[in-house]
């Protein structure tokens, strides 16, 4: 057999024979390689090492704790799972098992529900198959082998998924030890290599392949990691995590509701709609300087115009559909709630034939938008069918496409710096499977945003199929005191839909040309950024955004005459102040406005009403600060400032 040549990540090169497996190869390296060795990276691809290697290629051999192996961690852990699940109750049916962000699951068919207490005996039984140190081996099947292989087990949904493979298509299994599954791979070498950093972490159901028209089957979610220390770093985190869920401080802080009768919308409270109006004038005034023309559409569209913007396509399942009796007409009127603005824009824009001195032309709304989302995929706030965009979009020409993305980028970072998130990420989206629009187009559209961004000196990372129908965007992920991400802000060059409804500008040279259109958003929604603010804050705001900023206690009653001047004084100064005159000790006082997130609490007893002072406490410190009233009003005053009108 001839000879090939494998290259290493070094440079370092050598020939070995065709056919030789990557567990050959590190053995031919060095016997301490080929004993940490569990699988190996071919060009780019993760692969088993005892694939063969039949072709030129750069091969990197892969340990355990390689950043690369964290999947295969996790991937080998969901099969051990459903092993391990087998043997306790055979009678459960597997289905399919995949990983996701920071972990796997298992869909189960079992007739007994699966609950949190049967987590440890499950646990007990993976340590015991991993401790068994079976190899994980590959074997190839002819489809209706594999067919026939899992008829004879009775193992109903695994035909399913082999009768979805094409015709003429080999099927992968892999087998640890006497127990096989369904997978097209790859895997570690072995069981052992899983280690024990992992956890079942809870229970849900969900349809056979997400269809409600089918069997409902048993989810169990677990989380693994390379290390225990990684592990237990994860389950710290979600702690954390659901101490600031912010749903729970929501109800701590009275910020809104959700019930049955509107699900997939907030019904917002006082203290919320402050948070809602805070945000809200914040970014108007950012607009307003940054020379943006605010707009507002209709929220209810004939079915016409998603027709020919090409949304009634995409996304008519995702929308709320409104049928009306017009006077003489012989069918009903088909209307839909609007799931975005992009549409209405451009028929703002389309009033009058535009020259190209008005362009780039900014075109911002706060535009109230609906979508079904399934019931199971809602989450309080931060994913509702009800919601309002910071939406805008940027007529320009080709030659604006550049200057444009650097601004917005600039723009977009300083407003999220003055809302507390120093660090963000960016992740480039192209083409997707399904989109509107010719090749051309779009090799045009990647191109121009690929420029733009480059040369507004921004680094991304790839997330390739990600892209809107339309067009190629930018995704600003932010990350949040905990070190979590959320994607929030979106930038997006479209040559598609200026097209389809038939925009146009007059040039320079007395042509109408078509404008470039510029999607863009910088919170996403403010139902989901004000939820981000609530967890990255634990609900402890900085003074600027706090819903109620101030509560004047009193010590004894003597104070309250003061204290309700020193009220006044500080409402005069606009900010937002309660007082609590109660026959309670301070104490209790300090606990329950602590409890409600109330950023500084002003005790006023005799002493203080006779000098004219106050004593500052801070939630979260046990520490308080006596100082003269006029002093402390400045301070305040200075705190609640937003930081857009600080000098």
Known sequence: MSDITITFPDGNSRNVAAGTTGAELAASISKSLAKKAVAMKVDGDVRDLADPLVENATVQILMRNDPECLELIRHDC?????????????????????VIENGFY?????????????????????????????????????????????????????????????????????????????????????????????????VAGAYWRGDSNNAMLQRIYGTAWAEKKELQAHLDMLEEAA????????????????????PGMVFWHANGWQIWRIVEAYMRR??????????????????????ESGHWEKFQEHMFIVEVDEDGAREKRVNALKPMNCPCHVQIYNQGLKSYRELPLRMAEFGSCHRYEPSGAMHGIMRVRGFTQDDAHIFA??????????????????????????????????????????????????????????????EYE????????????????????????????????????????????VGEDGDRHMPVMLHRAILGSFERFIGILIENYAGRFPLWLAPRQIVVATIVSEADDYAGGVQRQLEAHGLRVDTDFRNEK??????????????????????????????????????????????????????????????
């Not at 969901?78 to 995949?98: D, F, K, N, R």
């Not at 015991?128 to 489809?143: G, L």
């Open 106 to 202: 298992y869909d189960f068919d079992r007739a007994e529900p699966f609950s949190t207490e049967d987590f440890e005996q499950i646990e007990a039984k993976m340590r015991e198959i991993i401790k068994r140190d079976k190899p994980f081996t590959k074997t190839v099947m002819s489809r209706d082998d594999a067919k026939a292989h899992f008829s004879a087990k009775g193992e109903k949904y695994k035909v399913e998924l082999v009768d979805m493979i094409p015709e003429g298509e080999d099927v992968n299994f892999y087998a640890q030890g006497a127990w096989t599954d369904l997978c097209r791979g790859p895997h570690m070498t072995s069981t052992a290599k899983i280690g024990d950093a992992f956890k079942l972490q809870r």
């Open 78 to 98: 969901a099969h051990v799972l459903a092993e391990a699940v087998q043997e306790i109750w055979p009678e459960t049916q597997v289905t399919i098992g995949p």
């Open 243 to 262: 101490k600031r869920d912010h749903r729970r401080i929501g109800r701590e802080m009275d910020l809104f509701h959700m019930q049955e009768e509107a």
């Open 462 to 505: 790839l997330n390739p199929g990600e892209g809107a129908f339309y067009g190629p965007k930018l995704e600003f992920v932010l990350t949040d005191a905990i070190g979590r991400d959320w994607q929030c802000g979106t930038w997006q060059v479209d040559f598609v839909l200026p097209d389809r409804l038939k925009a146009e500008f």
């Open 397 to 458: 020409t080709e030659e604006q496409i550049e200057p444009e993305t650097e601004i917005f980028i600039e723009l977009l970072a300083s407003i999220y710096k003055d809302f507390g998130f120093e660090n963000f990420k960016v992740k480039f989206s192209d083409r997707p499977e399904t989109r509107a629009g010719s090749n051309d187009v779009w090799d045009k559209a990647e191109g121009a945003l690929m420029a733009a961004t480059k040369a507004a000196g921004c």
């Open 286 to 307: 950012r607009l307003d300087a940054a020379g943006y023309q605010e707009v507002k559409t209709p929220q209810v569209v004939d079915r016409k115009l998603w027709e």
């Open 586 to 647: 301070i104490n209790y006082k300090v606990r329950e406005h602590s409890v409600a997130h109330i950023p500084v609490i002003l005790v006023a007893g005799r002493r203080e009403a006779e000098e004219g002072t106050v004593s500052v406490r801070r939630l979260g410190s046990k520490d308080q600060t006596v100082m003269p009233l006029a002093e402390a009003i400045q301070m305040l005053v200075d705190e609640a400032t937003p930081p857009d009108l600080r000098g």
